[in-house]
Structure formats: C-alpha cells, structure tokens
C-alpha cells in the first residue's frame, strides 16, 4: 500500500512500511524513511507506483480548467476527492484525485483552504478580484521583459529614465522599473550603472552627481516654501548704531557675509578690536517659519558655481554685514593693551553696525602680504592719499589685527604643544560659460552649471595674512562666547576634541570642553549663523545672556538638558558630513575636467600610504586631487614622484595612473600621519578629503572657497 501525504506544504508519496494508531512509517522512493502523522495522510493507493501517481498528477493537475471546477464545487467545505468525482466523473482513480489536490491547493484565489485535504471556493467577487490581481501582474511582467530587452540593446525606457536615482540609490525592489534593471543587468552581464550608461540614460556625468545629491537631500526641489518668502522679519530699528568702522573680508562671491571688524584706540596704548556678527537670531524667532526652514536645511550647500543657501535671499539680503547699510549684529569688544596684547576684558553688545567696506580675498591677497604689513613703523604712517588704489582701510588697522592674530595663534600654539601646519593651499574653483561669464569674478548669482562650463582652479596659501586676520578673530569670538555662555550657564552647542592623538577626533555636544586641535579651553560655533543652523542657535542663547545677563538660563530658548539640542546636533552632523561630501565630489569633478580641458597627461605628486597590491596613494601637488597609482620600488611615504594619468572617469570620479619616475625617494621630511588622516580616508573615486578652512579657524571640509 502507498501513501500520498503533506509535508511542510509539498506533496510526497511513499511505500507504507507499517501502521500505528496516529502515524505511519513510509519508505520514499530515494530510500529515505520518514514518519506520516495521521493528519496529514491525504490518499492511499495501490497503484501506480509513488513516482509515477506524482509525475500523472502533476500533468493532470496543469490540464485542470480552474473556473469550470470552481462551478462544479459545492458551497459548502468539501474534500478534493469529492470534486473529483464531480469533474472528472464517475469513480476518479488515484492519479485523478491527487491532480485535484494539487489543483485546488495551487489555487487559493479560487479556493481556499479549510484543513488538509479540504477546501471552501471563494466568494464571486474575490475571484473577480484575484483574476483582475493575477492579469496585472502578468502585464507587469511583459513590462518588465520588454523594458529589459530595450535596456540591453541600449535604449532607455522613458519610465525607467524618470526613476533612474531612486532605482541606483533609493530603490524600490518590488518596482517594475528596478526588476526591469536587475533582469537586463543579469542578462548582459554588466553592473546596473554601466547598463544605464550604455542605454543614454546618464546624459551627463555633472547632471548624474548633482541630481543623485538633490535625490538624497532635497527630494522636493531646493525652492524655499511660500510662506518662508513671505514671511516677515522682525524689525531692528530699536537697536542703537554703533559708532565704529567695520570691515568685513570675503570671497568675491560671498552674499552671505557673517563677520566683519573694527578697531579703536590705535595709538591710545588701548585698543578695542570689535567682531562684529550679522544677527539673523534678532529676526528670526525660535519656532517659527524661518526658523523651520533653516532647521530642514542645517547649513548652506556649497560647491563650484552653486551654492543652495540656508535661508532665503530676501533674509540674507536683510541680514547680511553688506557695505552700505546698516545691519543688525552681535558684537564682541575685547579690549587690549596695545603694546603687550594682554586682553583686559570683554563685551558683548546687540546693536547696527554699518560697514564701511566689504573687502575681498582674491583682489587684496596680492597686495596685502606679510612683508607689506610688518614694514618699518615710518612706512605705516603714509598719508591716506598714498594707500595703495582699492585698499579703504587704513594699513596701521591691518597690521594691527595681523600683529594681534599672530599673538593669539602663538598663543594657542602653546596650548597645542606643537604649531599648525600650513603646508598645503586652498583651492577655489571659478567656471567660465561659453559667454564668458565667470563665477568668481562676479557677485551676481551665476546660472546653474551645465557641466560643461571652463573651469579655472587658483591657489591660496593658508596661513596668508588677511586668512590669519579673519581666523583668528572667528577662534577669539567663539572661544570667548563659549566661556561666557558656560559661567551663566546657558547651554549650547560645542565643538571639542580631547587631544592631538591619532583617532581622537573633533565632536559635538552641550559641554564647554577643550578643543585641543585649536588650543582652546571651550569652542562654540557662533560666528556663521546666516549659513550654518547650530550658529543661529548659539546666537539665540548669547542674544539672552546680553539681553538678561545673570538670569540669562531662565530666558534663552533652549534650557540645561534640552532634548532638542541633542537632535539639532545630531541632525547638523550628518547633514554637515554630507553637504561636505558633496562639495567634495563636485570638485572632484571640476578637477577632472580641468586635466582634460588643459590636456594634463603628466603631474607631480607626493606619496601618503602604500594600499594593496602595490599601489599608492598620491596626492598632487598643485591640485585638488589624489589618487590611486601603480607604485614603482623605492618608494616611500612622502617621495616626490612624476605620474603618469590614464582614463578618467566622470561617473566613477575616478582617474587612473602610474608612477613614471621617482623624483625624491627619500624626502627631508614626510607628512605627518596626523595631518593627512582626513584625506586619506576620503580619497578614491567619488569622494575625495578637502582640507579648507571654514573662516572661524577649525579646519573642515569645503566652506571657505565657497564663500
């Protein structure tokens, strides 16, 4: 005697061997023995054998007319046997009961199922329902094929090219568009982003980074929302006008211009530096629309001819420290002795402050050198007649601020146990149309890149006087007003780092902590609230402790241990990692355009790490860009050698090479590890590590040469 019985929800058939009360023991035919509870034997019989009633059945089971069994099925529960009966007529053999079992149990939009063996047809409408389920998705499937087919001769559906960033970077693996990809993936061999390449659904490269980047963070478009243009600012004409000369010192496409400087006394044996802070926190009110919109953004995004600002242009416009106006600011006046630099006290004022003039980086750094500023004393008392044309302050102004920020860096130098390296230069990057207009040369707002715009990329040493100047004076203000909000115990947001050890990196939290790497005692982010969201926080709590002094903490916005500022920090970090990333990845791009545009078959570069297989890791030395070559012997970290470029890659941001002549083997003295961890850890193909100073001291990725 055979059995056809239910395991796990698949059907086998055996040889009984022996019988209990609730089971029987059953041989199948691969000699395996297995134990058969009752309740799951659906059918005995004595022939054909157990193979061959499964083989029948199943080709009988596929020739079973669904809606004609469905017809002849009662309305009540009934057994496959009985429906057998019914459709097949007369006494059904083995084969014919077993094809109606696997029928019925393939079946579950027709039948369902009520127990093993036995089943109850489906309502009329859920058939009607289930039958339109199953056409779909078989037209979903032919979909799929043929879109499939199109993408491996190398066309592109239109459906697939309007889901193109959700499919390679968000998808959606139950969407046609995504298995159509998958299939012709699978059927050409190649990666998806290759297919896609192939089929022209990546028209250009700069159009693929840019779009991939609003994909991921601004899926709705980068228009500020209606009511946050329409929104009002609250008035400033209460606030008193200060009687000082403020100048504020930029990039020439800087629109939003956060920090300017004044100085008095100069001769007096007292002089008053002023930091002077546009105040968008006097016009913005914790909670409300403009507060929202900056809360979304986090922080402006910057890149090569672009930049997606964190507030709107009318707030910007209102609030920014532009010549000619008079602009609400935070001021801190730090006094000092003129001769010794000894800082004798501080103050912070709410007021308007009026610019006298916005000078600008790339017009003055020519002109304004250390030599220059550190001439003999007789040269500095020129008639104002005589200063150089463009230049409207006065030269004993700057040379006072550059004195004073070389006092104040060789201070925190002390503190750092070693001096900052300023080895390497800045890079600003300027894209020139087929017009001929230049996104550097102009303060009107560009229009968008296209990708293939001609790119100019010029150097800036760091450390240069006016980068010093402005630098110093942005760690002066936010060391200060960390200390200060800290003794009045209002909190805030700090940066700090524990030390200058290997891996020890620089966080974020509500602590007033050391910040090793600038060699200063606490470290809030203040001086950027116009661009960066945690500055527009901080700036609400100093607005409090000017306004309320000593009971400053029962009056500021956010209280000790306010949930909120955990989430802002949280959230800034990561939208401030990958705003930089992209930064990153645009200049990257720039940078390979500028090798083909100029025809750079050849460069120099240094060695920063040996990596697997013997390739290195190479930075070149007059130009944003490492990567990955094919090392020669002798080679050493830090060596000078010359490479030779190979194919690039604007997908990938990928440029190949290989090591053509060792120039220097044994360098007088390498890079410090220290000092080339962030680069490293960024460099390769679609991201590479920008080491930029951000204009308030702290080295961070891709802010200060955007401006």
Not at 285 to 314: C, F, Q, W
Not at 365 to 384: C, H, N, R, S, V
Not at 553 to 575: E, M, T
Request: hydrophobic letters at 45%; one cysteine or more; a negative charge.
């Amino acid at each position: 005697m055979n059995l056809l019985f239910d395991e796990a929800g698949k059907f086998l058939a055996g040889r009984i061997l022996s019988e209990a009360e609730a089971s029987a023991q059953v041989e199948l035919d691969s000699g395996k023995r297995v134990k058969v509870k009752a309740a799951n034997q659906l059918l005995r019989f004595d022939k054909p054998a157990p193979a061959d009633l499964l083989a029948q059945a199943g080709e009988m089971a596929a020739q079973v007319e669904l809606p004609l069994a469905w017809e002849f099925a009662p309305e009540d529960e009934f057994g496959f046997a009985a429906l057998a009966a019914d459709y097949f007529g007369g006494a059904p053999g083995a084969a014919e009961q077993a094809a109606m079992l696997m029928a019925l149990h393939g079946a579950p939009h027709y039948f369902r199922r009520a127990g093993k063996g036995r089943f109850r047809k489906a309502a009329a409408d859920i058939v009607a329902q289930a039958l339109a389920a199953i056409e779909k998705k078989k037209q979903i499937a032919a979909q799929v094929s043929a879109w499939a087919a199109e993408l491996a001769a190398g066309r592109c559906p239109a459906e697939i090219e309007a889901q193109l960033y959700k499919i390679l970077f968000k998808p959606d693996k139950n969407a046609p568009e995504y298995k159509a990809v998958v299939e012709a993936a699978r059927a050409t061999q190649l990666a998806p982003l290759e297919l896609l390449k192939n089929a022209g659904a990546i028209a250009s490269a700069y159009q693929f980074h840019w779009q991939r980047f609003l994909f991921e963070h601004f899926p709705k478009g980068t228009q500020f929302p209606p009511q946050a243009l329409a929104a009002a600012l609250a008035p400033a004409d209460d606030l008193p006008l200060a009687g000082v000369q403020a100048y504020s010192i930029d990039d020439s496409q800087t629109t939003e211009i956060d920090d300017a400087l004044s100085v008095e006394g100069l001769g007096s044996g007292q002089v008053t530096l002023g930091i002077h802070i546009a105040a968008p926190a006097l016009a913005i009110a914790p909670g409300d629309v403009l507060d929202g919109v900056a809360h979304t953004r986090l922080s402006t995004v910057y890149m090569p001819g672009n930049k997606i600002t964190m507030l709107p242009d009318s707030v910007v416009a209102a609030c920014t420290l532009d010549a000619g106006q008079a602009s609400p600011a935070v001021s801190l006046y730090v006094t000092l002795d003129e001769a010794t630099l000894e800082i004798q006290r501080h103050e912070t004022r709410l007021e308007r402050v009026a610019v006298a003039a916005n000078l600008r980086h790339d017009r003055l750094d020519g002109l304004i050198t250390e030599e220059w500023l550190t001439a003999p004393a007789q040269k500095q008392d020129e008639p104002q007649d005589e200063q150089p044309p463009g230049l409207p302050i006065p030269r004993q102004t700057l040379a006072f601020l550059y004195r004073l920020a070389l006092h104040l860096k060789a201070q925190r130098e002390a503190v750092r146990g070693k001096p900052e390296n300023f080895s390497r230069p800045d890079y600003s990057f300027a894209l020139e149309s087929a017009q001929g207009a230049d996104s550097a040369d102009s303060e009107a707002a560009p229009a968008l890149p296209t990708g293939s715009e001609r790119v100019r990329i010029t150097q800036r040493q760091r450390g240069a006087p006016l980068d010093l100047i402005v630098a110093e004076a942005m760690i002066l203000a936010n060391s200060t007003w960390g200390q200060w909000l800290a003794s009045l115990g209002v909190p805030a947001i700090y940066r700090s780092q524990a030390s200058l050890a290997p891996g020890i990196k620089v966080r974020m939290g509500v602590k007033a902590l050391p910040h090793a790497g600038i060699g200063v005692p606490s470290y809030a982010w203040s001086t950027s609230p116009l661009r960066r969201y945690v500055d527009l926080v901080n700036q609400w709590q100093l607005i409090a402790c000017a306004r309320h002094g000593a009971t400053a903490a029962l009056a500021a916005p956010f209280k000790p241990k306010d949930a909120q500022l955990f989430a802002i920090i949280s959230a800034f970090d990561a939208a401030y990692t990958a705003y930089a990333q992209n930064q990153a990845a645009m200049e990257r791009f720039w940078t390979l355009q500028y090798l083909r545009q100029n025809a750079i078959t050849h460069l120099t570069a240094s060695a920063l790490r040996e990596q697997a297989g013997g390739a290195w890791l190479v930075r070149a030395e007059e130009l944003p860009l490492t990567l990955t070559v094919m090392g020669t012997g002798g080679m050493a970290r830090g060596s000078l050698v010359r490479v030779k470029l190979g194919h690039i890659d604007d997908i990938a941001l990928d440029v190949s090479g290989s090591v053509t002549e060792v120039l220097s083997a044994s360098p007088a003295s390498a890079p410090p590890e220290a000092e080339d961890e962030a680069e490293e850890a960024g460099a390769g193909p679609i991201a590479i590590a920008v080491d930029l100073a951000d204009g308030d001291g702290e080295q961070a990725p891709g802010v200060a040469a955007a401006g």
